[in-house]
Every structure is written in C-alpha cells, then in structure tokens.
C-alpha cells in the first residue's frame, strides 16, 4: 500500500507538471529544457564510445521525448516510457513538431516497470529520473525490468546525482527557498515522501553502491564517469554509468 502511494504521488505530479507543457513554453517536467540539449556531457558520457547507430533503443522517463529528438540520429529508433499519460500526449506533439517520423512506440508505465517483451531493446537509457525516486526498492525493481527488456549483450545506460546535495551551490539556494529539500538515504524507501522532482531526491553516495546493484541483477563490464551537475540541479555531482547484460 506504501508503494501505490509513494507511486500516485509520482504520478500525480509529473501530470500536473505536463499540463503546463507547450511548444512555446517547454521547461515544465525538464526544467531549462535548451540548456539541457546544451549539456554537452549527455553526449559525450552516455553513450561513451558505443556503437548506437544500427541500435533500438528504451527512454526510460521520456518527459515530453526531449532526448528522444536530441539523440534520433545517432539510433535506428528510440522509443520512450513514462509515468505520466500527459508526458506521453506531450512527447507525440514534440516529436512530430520537428518532424520525426520513425515507428517510434511510446507507452505509459506504472513508475515501477515498464510494459514491454522481454528481450527487445538494444539500450536502455535514462537521465533526470532515477535521481528522482526516492525509494530503493522502486529503483532496483526499475533497474531489474531493464535488464528484462534488454537483448542478450544489451546495454543500461544512465544519469545520477552523487555525493549529496551541494547546499552553496546557487541552485540549492533557490530550490531551498521556494521548498524544503530532502535528500533519501541510498537505501531508504521513502513511500511517505510529499514531492518528488528535485525537492525529494536520493543521492549515490558512493558507486560501489550502484555498481552493487547492477551486479546483483547480472550486468557485466560496468564503467562510470563522474562529472560536473548539470543544469538546474542541486547534487554535488553528476555519475553517468553502463553496464552490458
């Protein structure tokens, strides 16, 4: 029951975050939607030195399909999920605003799994989101239905926050003033957490603990690549991690 709870909270607040969504106006549910296309490191740590050409690929958390129109030339295809049947309608106007016209697939998940087959992408991708859950067990579930849907010698490859929250940094200073911010321990359930989006985040505090998890499932070969926090985020740092199934 904690979890459904934890779950409609989510949901409730990236489908409220979607209805203030436009073309002219993309920053809700992203926040500094152009900066965030401008951040060079997605590019050049995310999929570090993969092969993604020839390569179908799951936006795990694809808000209104921002990443899915960033990165469109480098997959045959990229499909997206996402908690919030708002973000979904959001990402089809996004998509077709600039003319995509791929047999992309884009389906509604309910936050802890994603209704997809098993074994059908090449890479499992996601950044701004997982820092977002609050919940280990929820996090570890998502990383385990990865695994799932990803082919033999697929790859996971995602965007944290580490470190803990940078409480100088200028960001934190204007999160902190218009809310309170709490950061869940690593291995915390945090069901009873009343916002999500940055205000109730968790952070890696070290990638042993990370690296641990993806081992559990059955990832191999795991690298990551610690960086500066991108736009708009109060963490210390950013870790950006793969793995191969």
């Known amino acids: ?23 002219q106006n993309k920053n809700p ?12 490191d997605y590019d050049n740590y995310l999929f570090k030195d993969l092969d993604t050409k020839e390569l179908i690929a799951l936006d795990y958390g694809t808000g209104p399909g921002r990443n899915i129109i960033k990165f469109n030339d ?18 089809k106007i996004n998509l077709n605003a600039v003319g995509i016209k791929t047999d992309y697939k884009l389906f509604v998940c309910d936050g802890k799994s994603t209704p997809c087959e098993n074994e059908t992408y090449d890479v499992w991708f996601s950044v701004i989101c997982l820092q977002h859950i ?17 082919k033999p010698n697929g790859y996971i ?24 911010i709490i950061t869940a321990d690593y291995y915390a359930d945090d069901y ?16 042993r603990q990370i690296i641990g998890d993806l081992e559990k499932i059955g990832f191999k070969d795991i690298r990551f690549d610690l960086r500066p926090t991108g736009p708009g985020d109060t963490h210390k740092q950013w870790i950006f991690v793969q793995g191969k199934k």
């Not at 609050?134 to 990803?150: E, H, P, T, V």
């Not at 470190?163 to 200028?170: P, V």
């Open 74 to 91: 480098r997959f045959k295809r990229i499909d997206g999920v996402d908690i919030s049947q708002k973000n979904i309608d959001n990402a």
């Open 157 to 180: 490859c995602f965007q944290m926050g580490y470190g803990g929250r940078d409480e100088n940094s200028h960001n934190y200073q204007v999160y902190k003033r218009n809310n309170s």
């Open 1 to 23: 029951m904690t979890i459904k709870k934890y779950l409609k909270m989510q949901k409730n607040h990236y489908q409220s975050e979607a209805s203030r969504w436009s073309l």
């Open 29 to 40: 549910v992203v926040g500094g939607y152009d900066k965030h296309n401008a951040w060079a």
């Open 134 to 150: 609050a919940s280990y067990s929820i996090r570890f579930g998502i990383l385990k239905d990865a695994y799932r849907i990803l």
């Open 192 to 207: 009873d957490a009343q916002t999500t989006n940055g205000f109730h985040d968790v952070s890696i505090g070290h990638e």
